[in-house]
C-alpha cells in the first residue's frame, strides 16, 4: 500500500505501520509499501501503541504518522557513541 492509499483508507486518522519496502536517500527514509497495523483518533493511543509494537519487534521498521501529512517525512539521524546492549 503507498501513503496516498493510506490517507484515502484512514482519513483524519493516527496510523501504526509497518514499512514493508523502503529505502534511503539523502538520509531521507522513503516508504515504498505500507502494511497498516492499527489505526487511531487519539495521538497518544497511536504512541503507545507504536512503543508496544516496537519493544516485541525491535527490527522491523515501524512507524506512526497522521493521514493529515501529504508527504511522509523521515529524516534518518546517524547514531553516535554507545547504545544499550
Known sequence: MLWEEVRK???DK???F???EAHSDNNYRIVDDIAVIDSFQDSMDAFRRH???HKQMPN???YFFHTSRKDLDIH???WTGLRKI
Request: hydrophobic share 45%; aromatic share 12%; net charge negative.
Open 51 to 53: 512503543n508496544e509494537l
Open 14 to 16: 493516527w496510523v501504526v
Open 18 to 20: 509497518e514499512a514493508i
Open 60 to 62: 522491523r521498521e515501524l
Open 9 to 11: 483508507a484512514y482519513p
Open 76 to 78: 534518518e539521524k546517524k
